[in-house]
């Protein structure tokens, strides 16, 4: 079932959203500063290609520097990417077939937020750490 919805996620909103992501990851690569962003930006993108059969848990010691990335990627961006998938959430939850498509997109939702300090795992082992 969860390879079913992958596929119909990623010919409806998947591949799009994957694009979005890489192309705000390369931009933000341009500096040195950027680069934790960006790498964190090709991580939701993976993550908004294929959501289905996987979620995100905190990094065990991911430490301070990640949070100030975190309250900078908040008030830079972040913001506006979970408004984006609240939005596009609901708009997929209006037709019974597009629910589990909303809900995708609600769980893309606190990594679009505070992406560092998180990984992305299968849900069959979720709290693994590194």
Known sequence: MK???????????????????????????????????GIAAFRIGVYALWPFGRTTVERQGAGAPSCIGNVLWLLLGGWWLALGHVVTGLLLCVTIIGIPLGIANFKLIPVALLPLGREIVPTDRPFTSR
């Open 3 to 37: 390879t079913l919805l992958n596929l119909i996620w990623l010919v409806f909103s998947g591949f799009w959203l994957f694009l979005g992501y890489m192309v705000a990851g390369l931009l933000l690569c341009v500096t040195i500063i950027g680069i934790p962003f």
